[in-house]
């Protein structure tokens, strides 16, 4: 039994900056912007990431936590000349006021990728681990 307040997690995760763009679609409509959106990842796993970037529109966020909004990802890891692909679901956000620059934290859950892409992520999080 773990101690309380323990976090608990499916997948081993990295600190990586990595480059990602992204861009969001509704789950009943079509895109909503067609902005492409650049962040950094902070840490990153199999199972997901953790982004630091922007939205559009503020008002997206509670479609985003109600899960009728995607992100569709293309990572940019070091270790691969062709980006990561995958679709990605928002587990949880906070917004960060640097200046006049608002951007977001926002933890990322991977919802649909290719087994291939999944794989190099997974080789990505082993190799960061290696001395």
């Known amino acids: 039994m773990s101690p309380a307040g323990a976090e608990r997690r499916r997948y081993v995760r990295v600190k990586a900056s990595v480059r990602v763009r992204y861009k969001f679609y509704h789950c009943f409509e079509e895109t909503l ?3 492409v959106c650049e962040g950094l990842t902070e840490n990153i796993s199999s199972g997901g990431i953790f982004l630091r970037g922007k939205i559009p ?24 000349q062709e980006p990561v692909k995958a679709l990605a679901r928002l587990a949880w956000i906070e917004g960060i006021k640097e200046g006049e620059e608002e951007s977001w934290a926002m933890g990322l859950e991977f919802k649909e990728m290719s087994a291939e ?8 999080v082993i190799k960061t681990q290696l001395p």
């Open 33 to 35: 912007s067609s902005e």
């Open 57 to 80: 529109k503020a008002e997206w966020v509670p479609e985003l936590l109600q899960r009728r909004m995607v992100m569709a990802l293309k990572i940019f890891l070091p270790t691969e």
């Open 117 to 124: 892409d999944r794989d190099k992520i997974t080789l990505f």
